[in-house]
């Protein structure tokens, strides 16, 4: 499996961006796609997920500016970031749920990580 992510980059606060995620690879069906960050010093913690049925999470800080959605056919993952402040500042991580056949275990894969900055 592999997780291409693209749209990291430097903003100024107040600025949006937008981050995508694709994976590939052998896969028989996703249970769901997210991101989590980790900013330096600090834990990975989770930003957004959406579930195969379209049923999102969010980490309470980003509620309201940030809107994860997905396009299943093409087994991508988007994430639209609104309102950027300095405390978003961290590396982006894509990772999927998926199983590779039928009623197969549920696999978990990260991605490498795409550097978001939000400075003036």
């Known amino acids: 499996v592999q997780l291409q992510a693209s749209g990291g980059g430097l903003v100024q606060p107040g600025g949006s961006l937008r981050l995508s995620c694709a994976a590939s690879?052998?896969?028989?069906?996703?249970?769901?796609m997210g991101w989590h960050r980790q900013a330096p010093g600090k834990q990975r913690d989770l930003v957004a997920r959406?579930?195969?049925?379209?049923?999102?999470n969010y980490a309470d800080s980003v509620k309201g500016r940030f809107a994860i959605s997905r396009d299943t056919g093409e087994n991508m993952v988007h994430l639209q970031m609104s309102r950027l402040n300095p405390e978003d500042t961290a590396v982006y991580y894509c990772?999927?749920?998926?199983?590779?056949?039928?009623?197969?275990?549920?696999?978990?894969?990260w991605g490498q990580g795409t550097q978001v900055t939000v400075s003036s």
């Open positions: 990772y999927v749920l998926y199983r590779t056949r039928y009623s197969g275990p549920l696999l978990q894969y």
């Open positions: 690879g052998r896969i028989f069906s996703i249970s769901d």
């Open positions: 959406i579930t195969n049925g379209g049923s999102t």
